[in-house]
Nanobody, 132 residues
Framework: HVQLVESGGGSVQAGGTLGLSCAASGSTYARDRGYCMAWFRQTLGTEREGVAAIDSDGSTSYADSVKGRFTISKDNAKNTLYLQMKSLKPEDTAMYYC????????????????????????WGQGTQVTVS
């Protein structure tokens, strides 16, 4: 089993910077570190959208809408996933979720930001980001 807990959301003005964290834990996660981990976001009435993903080797992938502005990273020693967001826009306003799933079970083995949320079984509770 894998538990994910996000933190770091909040309100920021357009053009500002915000960082999110996602702490991972659980017996399954501790045993097998070969996970694709991703950030998704969702607004009311819309489908959850993949924002960024990072595989167990550290390769990253981004949605076109955030390329050059968002950076996904992870600290394996701390079991923590990060999303650094800069040059924020009002359209970045959403609930942000982190997700995890073994590499081989995501996107046919390709840990891309465009992979649908249905490929992930482990989710955090979400953290709100509001840009005004």
């Amino acid at each position: 089993h894998v538990q994910l807990v996000e933190s770091g959301g909040g309100s920021v003005q357009a053009g500002g910077t915000l960082g999110l964290s996602c702490a991972a834990s659980g017996s399954t996660y501790a045993r097998d570190r070969g996970y694709c981990m991703a950030w998704f976001r969702q607004t009311l009435g819309t489908e959850r959208e993949g924002v960024a993903a990072i595989d167990s080797d550290g390769s990253t992938s981004y949605a076109d809408s955030v390329k050059g502005r968002f950076t996904i990273s992870k600290d394996n020693a701390k079991n923590t996933l990060y999303l650094q967001m800069k040059s924020l826009k009002p359209e970045d306003t959403a609930m942000y979720y982190c997700a995890a799933e073994p590499d081989i079970a995501v996107g046919g083995g390709y840990c891309y930001a465009t992979v649908k949320g249905n490929d992930y079984n482990y989710w955090g509770q979400g953290t709100q980001v509001t840009v005004s």
